[in-house]
């Protein structure tokens, strides 16, 4: 297989007219300020993606092709367009430092859909979806299934771990183009998503607040455990 491209939490390899993404056993935070070795992270991330890719499906394209076992996918190659969606049905993280009123878990009153421009330099600022246009990353109509996409995955996504009684806060989502047709892309793992389960992060946000990869990793068990038991049960 030919590298294409390495990321921090990923690699990219060409293989037959589709991509592998493999996930790595590390962890950053802070733009890739903080990193760390997680043994076992990538093999977790990977499979939570791919069931979780798989589940929301139904009501958005993705780029999934299959899981490749331990720690990498099947995708479809994909022109990614260079901004983060972020979905937001509580307040948390970024939101909190720009609007200062806000409490922390403060319930919204109807889910936030943000568009950030992908840039750790820049540390991905917030944009208006209009800029996104006006920047010639996609058209009107294109951002606004966009919207609607991001909308529709986070709200399936959070109904499903609400079977279980957790907080589902928010989720960033990224975009791209397969034959002209816009498809979810990149993962859906504890890495870009908040869930909150008897008070306990399931998800990254452990390793922002206390640096320890060993328990990130625990914690991302539990996550595919739980993901596990309520595919299983739905």
């Given at each position: 297989m030919e590298l294409v491209y390495e990321g921090k939490a990923k690699r990219m390899y060409k293989s037959s007219g589709l991509y592998v993404m493999e996930f790595k056993d590390e962890v950053t935070a802070g733009d890739g300020a903080v990193r760390a070795t997680a043994p076992g992270k990538g093999a977790l991330a990977a499979e939570t993606s791919y069931l979780l890719f798989r589940y929301v499906s139904p009501a958005v394209q993705t780029h999934l092709v299959d899981f490749k076992p331990p720690n990498a996918l099947v995708v479809k190659p994909a022109e990614v367009l260079p901004v983060e969606v972020i979905v937001r049905f509580k307040a948390y993280g970024s939101i909190l430092k720009r609007m200062p009123r806000l409490r922390p878990l403060q319930p919204l009153i109807r889910p936030l859909v943000e568009f950030h421009y992908k840039d750790d330099a820049l540390h991905d600022p917030l944009?208006?979806?209009?800029?996104?246009?006006?920047?010639?990353?996609?058209?009107?109509?294109?951002?606004?299934?966009?919207?609607?996409?991001?909308?529709?995955?986070?709200?399936?996504?959070?109904?499903?771990?609400?079977?279980?009684?957790?907080?589902?806060?928010?989720?960033?989502?990224?975009?791209?183009?397969?034959?002209?047709?816009?498809?979810?892309?990149?993962?859906?793992?504890?890495?870009?998503?908040?869930?909150?389960?008897?008070?306990?992060?399931?998800?990254?946000?452990?390793?922002?607040?206390?640096?320890?990869?060993?328990?990130?990793?625990?914690?991302?068990?539990?996550?595919?455990?739980?993901?596990?038991?309520?595919?299983?049960?739905?």
């Open positions: 944009i208006y979806p209009q800029e996104v246009a006006e920047a010639g990353i996609a058209s009107d109509a294109e951002v606004a299934e966009i919207e609607r996409a991001a909308l529709a995955a986070a709200m399936a996504l959070r109904d499903l771990y609400a079977r279980a009684d957790c907080d589902f806060v928010d989720v960033k989502l990224e975009f791209g183009k397969v034959g002209g047709r816009l498809v979810l892309v990149d993962e859906i793992s504890g890495d870009t998503f908040r869930l909150l389960c008897n008070g306990e992060h399931l998800d990254k946000e452990y390793f922002r607040k206390t640096r320890d990869a060993t328990g990130l990793v625990e914690r991302y068990k539990k996550l595919l455990e739980l993901t596990k038991s309520l595919l299983q049960n739905s």
